[in-house]
């Protein structure tokens, strides 16, 4: 299965990724990810994108369109793969969909996961990410049992640089000028699923899962 994950920052796309890869045994693939492992690794992309992505502002184009496209290449992505994160603009839809024909494999399906404003920005400040193994919690509902400590692995928890408050708002306005569009422009294509994204992870993953006919 190829699929796009839609849906604000703070949706809670990335917490279902994990959970349909495990499903699936297909890849994530979320260039917000990839990103942020070039900021800590320190490379000359990883210094040039941190400024950016503080800023709360989308990375250019041609640097996370050739980041996809080498990702897409490796032998794991044969059986599909969850986009998360990518794309987040009709320019960078339309190449991927060019991509793709090139490849002979088209999405199929692109889901979105819905959530209020007000609720976006109690996930996104109060977001908390494993240093280690990129788990995340949230101080307001899904605490680690330990303050600080992740469950998981013991790593140390931290707050994203991005996860901010006045990046989140920039974050939330360029999300609904350049992103939210993308809602339309899968919908005329005929392979975009909604689906709302409240109540527990379990939840929604269920909701997602008989969408998806699984
Ligand atoms: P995310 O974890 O997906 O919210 O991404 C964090 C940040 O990485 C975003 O705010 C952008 O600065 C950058 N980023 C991630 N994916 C993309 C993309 N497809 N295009 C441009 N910038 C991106």
């Known amino acids: ?3 796009v994950l839609l849906g604000a920052p703070g949706a809670g796309k990335g917490t279902q990724a994990k959970k349909l890869i495990e499903k699936y045994g297909i890849p994530q693939i979320s ?7 070039a900021v800590a690794d320190g490379t000359p992309l990883g210094k040039e994108a941190k400024i950016i992505m503080d800023k709360g502002e989308l990375v250019t184009d041609s640097i996370v369109i050739g980041l996809v496209k080498e990702r897409l290449a490796q032998d794991d992505c044969k059986k ?9 603009n009709t320019s960078q839809a339309e190449t991927l969909d060019k991509v793709l024909s090139e490849m002979k494999s088209p999405l199929d399906v692109a889901l979105s996961v819905d959530v209020d404003k007000d609720d976006l920005m109690k996930r996104l400040t109060g977001r908390r990410t494993c240093k280690s193994c ?3 919690y949230n101080i307001y509902f899904s605490q680690a049992k330990k303050d600080g400590v992740c469950d998981k692995c013991g790593g140390d928890l931290f707050q994203r640089d991005d996860d901010k408050e006045a990046t989140i708002k ?9 992103t939210a569009p993308l809602i339309d422009y899968y919908g005329k294509k005929g392979i975009l699923k909604s689906v709302k ?3 527990s992870i379990d939840e929604i993953f269920n ?8």
């Open 197 to 199: 994204g409240v109540g």
């Open 1 to 3: 299965m190829r699929l």
């Open 207 to 214: 909701k997602i899962c008989s969408m998806l006919g699984a």
């Open 31 to 37: 260039t917000g990810d990839i990103l942020r492992k």
């Open 134 to 136: 990129q788990q995340m």
């Open 80 to 88: 599909g793969y969850i986009l998360d994160g990518f794309p987040r």
């Open 170 to 178: 920039n974050r939330l306005d360029v999300y609904e000028k350049a």
